[in-house]
């Protein structure tokens, strides 16, 4: 399996005994990732997408990071947001409307 160009992160708010608690997980991130990676294949993005735990940004949640990019999003609560983060990954660009600075 060749690597994949970019590896998208959703904060998915588990902890280490595996529990789903905090923001991003109340807010619907888990909901999103099946339209995240659906997403991703129609648009033919060489990409990975992956829950995590808790990323500690729990202000701005839901947290999605892109990798080896470095961006990283807040307030990625819909599919608009995603759409948005995603046309601006296809366009080698920041989506500045949900970026943390």
């Not at 595996?18 to 990409?47: F, N, Q, T, W």
């Not at 990798?67 to 296809?90: F, H, K, T």
Request: with cysteine; proline share 5%; aromatic share 6%.
């Amino acid at each position: 399996m060749d690597k994949p160009t970019h590896h998208i992160l959703v904060c998915a708010s588990f902890r280490v005994g595996g529990d789903p608690k905090g923001v991003c997980h109340k807010k619907g991130s888990v909901d999103l990732l099946p339209y995240i990676e659906e997403e991703v294949l129609d648009r033919g993005l060489d990409a990975l997408v992956c829950s995590t735990g808790c990323m500690k940004q729990c202000d701005s949640g839901p947290i999605m990071v892109i990798y080896p990019e470095n961006y990283w999003y807040g307030n990625v609560d819909s599919q608009e947001a995603v759409d948005a983060i995603l046309d601006a990954l296809e366009d080698g660009e920041v989506c500045e409307d949900y970026n943390l600075a």
